[in-house]
T-cell receptor, first 120, second 112 residues
Framework: DVKVTQSSRYLVKRTGEKVFLECVQD?????MFWYRQDPGLGLRLIYF???????EKGDIPEGYSVSREKKERFSLILESASTNQTSMYLC???????????????????FGAGTRLSVL | QQQVKQSPQSLIVQKGGISIINCAYE??????FPWYQQFPGKGPALLIA?????SEKKEGRFTISFNKSAKQFSLHIMDSQPGDSATYFC???????????FGKGTLLTVNP
């Protein structure tokens, strides 16, 4: 069964702290994603990685960085947390190659349970 | 950059009724169009997905209708149940690198 695990369900941090959010997937997926989810704004892509040590900025990368040293693990880093980064953070992964055939669903993403981060 | 518009924002349906959520996208795409279901405090879970060369996909009470020429697709939930109460997101292939662009979500409430 598909499994994406986020290390914390709830986190409370102080303004200015460095925050690490960890995500691990056990599906051998090439792609991994970090989103933040806010009421009325839906899911917004922060960063994306399509291979180990490779990353691409999403729609809202400012104030965040990422690290992917191993295929199964993708970390989101808030260098200096601010109150406007209080949000629900979601990690997802997808299979780049898919199964056989032209219509293999290679863009289907599988999500973790989320980390609700509060920055005080 | 793919754009997705989802409506309505919220929907209230009586038990046994039909729930319909609509999405429209801008850029032609050749990957799957998925729908996700999210319960409070949980991450989105894949509900059903359709490939753009078919017009309809049905799984149990859930059906996706896809209109490629109009660039629209919709989710129909037949015989809606209180347990279906959740937020539903549509998504469209976002272009390069296997990205998805999500709609802003629809909060569905099914009254008993």
């Amino acid at each position: 069964d598909v499994k994406v695990t986020q290390s914390s369900r709830y986190l409370v941090k102080r303004t200015g702290e460095k925050v690490f959010l960890e995500c691990v997937q056990d599906m051998d997926h090439e792609n991994m994603f970090w989103y933040r989810q806010d009421p009325g704004l839906g899911l917004r892509l922060i960063y994306f990685s399509y291979d180990v040590k490779m990353k691409e900025k999403g729609d809202i990368p400012e104030g965040y960085s990422v690290s992917r040293e191993k295929k199964e693990r993708f970390s989101l880093i808030l260098e200096s947390a601010s109150t406007n980064q209080t949000s629900m953070y979601l990690c997802a992964s997808s299979n780049q190659l898919g199964t056989s055939g032209n219509w293999a669903p290679k863009n289907i993403q599988y999500f973790g349970a989320g980390t609700r981060l509060s920055v005080l | 950059q793919q754009q997705v518009k989802q409506s309505p924002q919220s929907l209230i349906v009586q038990k046994g009724g039909i729930s319909i959520i609509n999405c429209a996208y801008e850029n032609t795409a050749f990957d799957y169009f998925p729908w996700y279901q999210q319960f409070p405090g949980k991450g989105p879970a894949l509900l059903i997905a359709i490939r753009p060369d078919v017009s309809e996909k049905k799984e149990g009470r859930f059906t996706i209708s896809f209109n490629k020429s109009a660039k629209q697709f919709s989710l129909h939930i037949m015989d809606s149940q209180p347990g279906d109460s959740a937020t539903y997101f549509c998504a469209a292939p976002g272009g390069s690198n296997y990205k998805l662009t999500f709609g802003k979500g629809t909060l569905l409430t099914v009254n008993p």
